[in-house]
């Protein structure tokens, strides 16, 4: 986990979104289908899996970990990578631990830094991120 900014958090994006909601589980699935949209009108849908499987984790633990109120997701295609952003209200940083064979929770940060070039917390502990390489294209280079 880094603490800070993500790299890509200063570098002009090709293309951006933002949304807010509730923190409600009810609104994660939402989350997931404005990624999946986005995502393919940007021509990142190989993206698609892995990085609505970030959203859900991260998403998930705003609602459940972040002291209600709202949820803002933001996410930025840059030259390289996919960046993802979830801020709440809270201001705990997250743990990363290992899960109970057998439990239901506590395995979404070992999803995220399985499956992330990278992730963190703000400095202030209210956004938690992770940046997803890019795929590659025949040529060797990442996808625009």
Known sequence: MTKGRPAAAGAVAIHTFAVNCAAAESRVRHMRRITQTNLRRWGLAALSDV??????????????????????LRIGHHPAELLIEVTDEGRML???????????????????????????????????????????????????
């Open 51 to 72: 990085a609505t499987l970030a959203v859900s984790e991260l998403v998930t633990n705003a609602v459940q970990h972040g002291g209600g109120g709202s949820v803002a």
């Open 94 to 144: 997250p743990v990363l631990r290992e899960a109970d064979e057998n439990g239901e929770h506590g395995r979404g940060l070992s999803l995220i830094a399985g499956m992330a070039k990278e992730w963190g917390v703000s400095d202030d502990g209210g956004t938690k991120w992770c940046s997803l390489a890019l795929p590659k294209t025949p040529g060797g280079r990442s996808e625009p």
